[in-house]
């Protein structure tokens, strides 16, 4: 159980994110979820039944009023920052650094401020994906980013000990970031993935929520960089 605990989730108005905070409530934690938005903040919070907070981590003087409003916590997870694939090829340095930007250094702004306040048996989660395992130039920033906050979160493992920073790294998650494509084509999405995996099934928002969950209760476990994606690493791997 996590009474008592207060679970801060960058990113969790919506997919996994959202899918962390529903099953950190499910224990009993206090839960603040975030948004760029403050509108779409409220409505998340409103919806899950927590708190929500508007955050926008390319901004240093927004992180930090963002954590002077949280105060103490124990558990921090972050998911946000830019999103989709951008080939490195195509990509012009400016689009490419704002990439960066969100998910490397806004991840980064979110840990270095979050430390002095988080208590000491806390923990860090950042959620990356499969594209952290396959070099393609049609996502080679993700790849990259990825690849960087993997490295950070161990780097952090070591700076924050005894706080503990892990890497939860997911394979295709059927969530709301897909809404944008017609049903038809996520159907097919759907079907081509679970091929993939070695479960013959998608991993759902809540299921990888409650592995997270999970983890930040696991006081021995720091620096890891798991796969939750029902095995769809092992056939990258072959």
């Known amino acids: 159980m996590m009474n008592g605990k207060t679970v801060v989730c960058i990113g969790g108005s919506g997919?996994?994110?959202?899918?962390?905070?529903?099953?950190?409530?499910?224990?009993?934690?206090?839960?603040?979820?975030?948004?760029?938005?403050?509108?779409?903040?409220?409505?998340?919070?409103?919806?899950?039944?927590?708190?929500?907070?508007?955050?926008?981590?390319?901004?240093?003087?927004?992180?930090?009023?963002?954590?002077?409003?949280?105060?103490?916590?124990?558990?921090?997870?972050?998911?946000?920052?830019?999103?989709?694939?951008?080939?490195?090829?195509?990509?012009?340095?400016?689009?490419?650094?704002?990439?960066?930007?969100?998910?490397?250094?806004?991840?980064?702004?979110?840990?270095?401020?979050?430390?002095?306040?988080m208590d000491q048996d806390g923990s860090v989660t950042l959620i990356t994906g499969g594209y952290s395992q396959i070099i393609d130039d049609k996502a080679g920033h993700v790849h990259t980013a990825f690849k960087a906050m993997e490295a950070m979160a161990q780097v952090a493992a070591v700076s924050l000990a005894p706080i503990r920073c892990n890497v939860v790294r997911p394979g295709f998650i059927d969530s709301d970031l897909w809404a944008d494509i017609s049903d038809d084509d996520r159907e097919e999405l759907r079907r081509v993935e679970s091929d993939r995996t070695m479960i013959g099934r998608i991993v759902e928002p809540i299921e990888l929520g409650r592995f997270a969950v999970a983890l930040m209760q696991t006081l021995i476990v720091t620096g890891a960089i798991i796969p939750v994606d029902g095995g769809r690493h092992l056939s990258v791997a072959s």
């Not at 003087?61 to 916590?73: A, E, I, M, P, W």
């Not at 400016?94 to 002095?116: L, N, P, S, Y």
């Open 15 to 117: 997919g996994m994110g959202r899918g962390v905070a529903k099953a950190a409530l499910e224990l009993g934690a206090d839960v603040i979820v975030t948004s760029r938005s403050k509108v779409k903040a409220d409505q998340a919070a409103e919806e899950l039944g927590c708190r929500g907070e508007p955050i926008d981590i390319y901004d240093e003087t927004s992180v930090t009023d963002f954590f002077t409003r949280v105060g103490r916590f124990t558990h921090l997870m972050i998911t946000a920052g830019a999103v989709g694939r951008s080939g490195f090829s195509e990509t012009p340095p400016g689009e490419a650094e704002r990439f960066m930007q969100g998910k490397v250094w806004g991840t980064h702004r979110c840990i270095w401020h979050a430390k002095d306040i």
